[in-house]
């Protein structure tokens, strides 16, 4: 598909190389000072070194971007292996961290539902290849550049249209 057929809403060229961008500042905040103590399953103590990783980006701080992109009129959206690997090279670009991939490949018309878990949160697919359709979400906290699927993803399943909406999550509670 030629870039000229593609149209990205709002203004996020996923033609623009987005690797050397600066996409906020990370800030690290201690989960729990050094005299906390681990009473209950789920408390940390010092020694567990949790973090939470915050961002700040144009005088804001929040938990994570969260990208949700439309595929429309988009192929290979039946092809769970394809699906997959596309989805780990959405990981390997955005900079995350891969903990597990699952897919589910729906029957008789061949939709695939599935989510990568993510250190840094995660990315959802949901396909319609009947309609053409897909749904991700793409979120992220830390350092990670969600940013960077995009191009992985048009090139993946060569959309007619891609639509991307951001939201800060967390924003002004964090």
């Not at 050397?20 to 729990?32: A, I, M, N, T």
């Not at 830390?142 to 048009?154: D, M, T």
Request: hydrophobic letters at 35%; charged letters at 25%.
């Amino acid at each position: 598909m030629s870039e000229s057929n593609a149209r990205l809403q709002p203004a996020i060229d996923p033609n623009r190389d987005q690797r050397h961008e600066k996409h906020g500042e990370v800030v690290e905040f201690p989960h729990h000072g050094p005299d906390a103590k681990a009473s209950a399953p789920g408390h940390f103590t010092s020694t567990d070194e949790r973090t939470d990783f915050f961002i700040e980006r144009d005088g804001e701080r929040f938990a994570g971007t969260h990208l949700i992109i439309d595929l429309v009129g988009a192929s290979r959206l039946d092809d769970l292996e394809h699906i997959e690997e596309a989805l780990r090279r959405c990981v390997e670009v955005s900079k995350a961290t891969l903990l597990h991939i699952h897919l589910h490949h729906f029957t008789p018309n061949g939709g695939v539902s599935g989510v990568a878990v993510l250190s840094e949160s995660h990315i959802s697919i949901h396909t319609w290849p009947e309609a053409h359709y897909a749904a991700l979400d793409v979120f992220m906290c830390g350092v990670a550049e969600p940013h960077n699927s995009i191009a992985v993803l048009q090139e993946a399943f060569a959309p007619e249209t891609i639509r991307v909406d951001e939201h800060r999550r967390g924003r002004g509670m964090v």
